[in-house]
């Protein structure tokens, strides 16, 4: 029954150091990249030992599934984990298994209300921009729309478009209206969306979990520099930089009083900084030291198994 608890305390670790250690450094802004995967990897690390401590509880509790775990493994490896009927692990199997079911509950709910969000904007789209005679829905990548607020957006979904207001069009000079739509291409590319709705989910479903929270707003965030970095890697730091200033100036973003584009002006200031990158070593090895953090729960499982079988 050590197993079980390992696990949750691996998990509980995980979940109060990690996000510390990234909240500290000072990497994640000049490797936004980088950084989303070391999140990822990390929530997933959370997430499994939770799995994994379901798993092994649940075995604990009922010969059935005991069975079913240890089916093809050696009597050796099944009396090392020392695996038997106590109160405590029907309690922890019931909870983590009711935890897992209310995360996909909520996943389930998150991607239905973006599907519903999308698709109330696609209509307003075709009532302000209706098809002519004999055009296809969804046949151009682009649509400009009429409006005075200069703005751009991705409407993701199966035929994926990128919209821009006519006022945009008026602001943006030269190739900054090239670089918004590489940014806005950069969003859909590396598929941030579904980033988004994953850590909405986890956010709403466990309010009270301080990683989650910190993972959808670090997820927002990072989203939005990984795509700045697109834009300025084909158009120039200062090009893109120019254009979150046009597009932005006029809702009050640069001034004293908060606003919910609040993160514009750090990124605009992050491009002008030009801050060099990191080297491709230290990428390399950040990388790889995100990995191994799920790999970590996956070790602590077989220890036993490993022993038992060496």
Same mark, same amino acid.
Not at 221 to 248: H, K, P, W
């Given at each position: 029954?050590?197993?079980?608890?390992?696990?949750?305390?691996?998990?509980?670790?995980?979940?109060?150091?990690?996000?510390?250690?990234?909240?500290?450094?000072?990497?994640?802004?000049?490797?936004?990249?980088?950084?989303?995967?070391?999140?990822?990897?990390?929530?997933?690390?959370?997430?499994?030992?939770?799995?994994?401590?379901?798993?092994?509880?649940?075995?604990?509790?009922?010969?059935?599934?005991?069975?079913?775990?240890?089916?093809?493994?050696?009597?050796?490896?099944?009396?090392?984990?020392?695996?038997?009927?106590?109160?405590?692990?029907?309690?922890?199997?019931?909870?983590?298994?009711?935890?897992?079911?209310?995360?996909?509950?909520?996943?389930?709910? /998150?991607?239905?209300?973006?599907? %519903?969000?999308?698709?109330?904007?696609?209509?307003?789209?075709?009532?302000?921009?209706?098809?002519?005679?004999?055009?296809?829905?969804?046949?151009?990548?682009?649509?400009?729309?009429?409006?005075?607020?200069?703005?751009?957006?991705?409407?993701?979904?199966?035929?994926?478009?990128?919209?821009?207001?006519?006022?945009?069009?008026?602001?943006?000079?030269?190739?900054?209206?090239?670089?918004?739509?590489?940014?806005?291409?950069?969003?859909?590319?590396?598929?941030?969306?579904?980033?988004?709705?994953? %850590?909405?989910?986890?956010?709403?479903?466990?309010?009270?979990?301080?990683?989650?929270?910190?993972?959808?707003?670090?997820?927002?965030?990072?989203?939005?520099?990984?795509?700045?970095?697109?834009?300025?890697?084909?158009?120039?730091?200062?090009?893109?930089?120019?254009?979150?200033?046009?597009?932005? /100036?006029?809702?009050?973003?640069?001034?004293?009083?908060?606003?919910?584009?609040?993160h514009v002006p750090a990124r605009v200031h992050r491009l002008l900084a030009a801050r060099p990158r990191l080297t491709a070593g230290r990428r390399l090895r950040l990388t790889a030291a995100a990995a191994l953090v799920p790999v970590v729960p996956l070790l602590v499982a077989f220890v036993p198994a490993l022993r038992a079988l060496g």
């Amino acid at each position: 029954m050590m197993v079980p608890v390992a696990l949750l305390l691996l998990g509980a670790l995980t979940a109060v150091v990690a996000p510390r250690m990234l909240a500290r450094a000072d990497w994640p802004e000049r490797e936004p990249v980088v950084a989303l995967w070391a999140w990822q990897c990390t929530v997933a690390g959370v997430l499994l030992c939770c799995a994994l401590s379901m798993t092994f509880s649940a075995a604990a509790a009922w010969q059935a599934v005991r069975g079913q775990l240890f089916a093809p493994a050696p009597h050796d490896v099944v009396e090392a984990y020392a695996l038997g009927p106590t109160p405590w692990a029907t309690v922890t199997a019931v909870a983590l298994a009711c935890g897992g079911v209310w995360t996909a509950v909520m996943l389930t709910r /998150e991607i239905a209300r973006a599907r %519903s969000r999308r698709a109330k904007r696609r209509a307003e789209l075709i009532a302000r921009a209706p098809l002519l005679p004999g055009e296809e829905p969804g046949a151009d990548r682009l649509v400009v729309l009429e409006g005075e607020r200069p703005d751009a957006w991705w409407l993701p979904g199966t035929a994926p478009q990128l919209v821009i207001t006519t006022a945009a069009l008026r602001r943006l000079k030269g190739r900054q209206l090239d670089a918004v739509l590489a940014h806005e291409q950069g969003h859909a590319e590396a598929r941030h969306d579904w980033l988004l709705h994953c %850590s909405g989910a986890l956010a709403a479903g466990f309010p009270r979990v301080p990683m989650f929270a910190a993972f959808r707003d670090e997820m927002h965030r990072l989203v939005e520099l990984a795509a700045d970095d697109v834009a300025s890697r084909r158009f120039g730091r200062l090009t893109i930089a120019l254009a979150l200033v046009e597009l932005n /100036e006029d809702r009050g973003v640069f001034g004293p009083c908060p606003t919910p584009q609040a993160h514009v002006p750090a990124r605009v200031h992050r491009l002008l900084a030009a801050r060099p990158r990191l080297t491709a070593g230290r990428r390399l090895r950040l990388t790889a030291a995100a990995a191994l953090v799920p790999v970590v729960p996956l070790l602590v499982a077989f220890v036993p198994a490993l022993r038992a079988l060496g």
